[in-house]
């Protein structure tokens, strides 16, 4: 496929900021200053996105995970140090919402209410500031730039009259060469090439009152244009500012490495991992899945005579009718360990001794009391006298 010639490269001293029209670069900066804006919030929203998927994805992995842990045989420290990173991931998940939520609720409204405070517009004509900048540069421009058209319209004349002159020039030498011509049509050639020579003299001396025009000028646009581009300057110098705190504040949310409670997890899961202990897993694997475990070995187990249940209100009721028979005191001694199943039952160990201060009722029941001073019922065939003592 044929492809077209290049064109030639623009000179770029006519892109300058000083040639006619060009100051519309600087114009333009407000709305893609505008635009910039517009795509940083749009950026930094979906990097919020980003957190608040991420962190989504953090709590679902650890859910997952930590059940299906529970269920498997690990034990001991290797456990907890497991389960240790689960607990981490959930408190990093809470974190990176935090970041997903103030990526936007701070940074994009600080953004847009900057922007619409910044940028105000002005009916039918887009930003005011673009309206004015635009305004004042086409002012200070438009001297300088009808005397650069007269300069540039002297020129092209006087760079023609360069080429006639050229061309009588390569004419009278020919003539002059060739013994043809007479002398007056020779002469002819002479007088066209002088003629010339006199109109690029006198365009000439335009042309340099034209540039001298234009450069006493210049000083003056120069400052003008330069006082404006100024004010420019300082508006875009606000908004870089700006915005480079907003970057700013952005990186403190997203730079976790300086966060305190993320350097808290890690410590603590680093923590419980240094913490592993083979030989205290191992310990507690042998006490409770291995020989350590307690077991009741065969042996003789005396019997124990049963014990009925001690109705209270029949008791109470016996109380009533007929006082019970109380004694001063008679020393007893268990035969058997008993626990007292309510809190007017007294407990105690085979072989200890204690005082039976009432008789065994009908139900079989006796009330006694401990050395330490409580008083309670017991079962009666739990206890047997204690011979050769005297009676409290």
């Known amino acids: ?132 900048n635009n305004t004042s540069f086409s002012r200070a421009q438009k001297p300088w730039s009808k005397k650069l058209m007269k300069l540039e319209k002297v020129r092209v004349a006087y760079h023609k009259v360069c080429q006639r002159e050229q061309m009588a020039v390569d004419k009278e030498k020919q003539a002059s060469e060739n013994p043809e011509l007479s002398p007056e049509k020779k002469q ?96 507690w694997w042998k006490n409770n899945h291995g020989p350590g475990m307690p077991t009741d070995w065969p042996k003789i187990v005396d019997w124990v005579p049963p014990v009925k249940k001690l109705n209270r209100k029949k008791r109470e009721q016996k109380r009533k009718d007929s006082r019970p028979v109380m004694i001063g005191g008679v020393k007893v001694r268990a035969l058997y360990d008993y626990v007292g199943e309510e809190g007017d039952e007294l407990s105690f160990k085979a072989g200890e001794v204690f005082l039976k201060v009432e008789e065994e009722d009908d139900q079989g029941w006796c009330r006694g009391v401990l050395n330490g001073g409580k008083e309670g019922f017991y079962p009666a065939n739990y206890v047997e006298v204690v011979e050769s003592q005297d009676t409290v």
């Not at 981490?88 to 209410?113: C, F, N, P, Y």
């Not at 581009?229 to 990186?251: A, D, M, P, T, Y």
Request: hydrophobic share 30%.
């Open 1 to 132: 496929m044929a492809s077209f010639p290049k064109e030639p490269p623009e000179d770029p001293k006519k892109q300058s900021f000083w040639m006619p029209g060009n100051y519309v670069n600087t114009v333009h900066r407000t709305e893609q200053s505008f635009q910039a804006c517009n795509d940083i919030v749009t950026c930094f929203v979906e990097r919020a996105k980003v957190e608040k998927q991420y962190a989504h994805q953090l709590s679902q992995w650890s859910s997952k995970w930590k059940s299906i842990v529970d269920s498997r045989p690990l034990y001991g420290s290797l456990m907890r140090a497991w389960q240790c990173f689960f607990t981490s991931a959930e408190h990093l998940s809470t974190l990176h919402s935090s970041i997903s939520q103030s990526l936007i609720t701070e940074e994009g409204d600080r953004v847009k209410t900057w922007q619409k405070e910044t940028f105000p517009k002005k009916l039918f004509c887009g930003f005011r500031e673009s309206h004015d």
């Open 188 to 283: 002819k050639f002479t007088n066209a090439r002088e003629k010339t020579v006199e109109e690029k003299e006198k365009l000439r001396e335009q042309y340099e009152k034209m540039l001298e025009d234009v450069s006493s000028y210049t000083p003056r646009y120069m400052e003008e244009m330069e006082a404006i581009f100024e004010q420019s300057q300082e508006e875009e110098r606000k908004r870089i500012s700006f915005l480079k705190q907003v970057f700013l504040s952005i990186h403190r949310h997203l730079d976790i490495t300086n966060n305190e409670s993320v350097k808290a997890v890690y410590s603590e899961l680093h923590q419980t991992l240094m913490s592993i202990d083979e030989q205290d897993d191992l310990r």
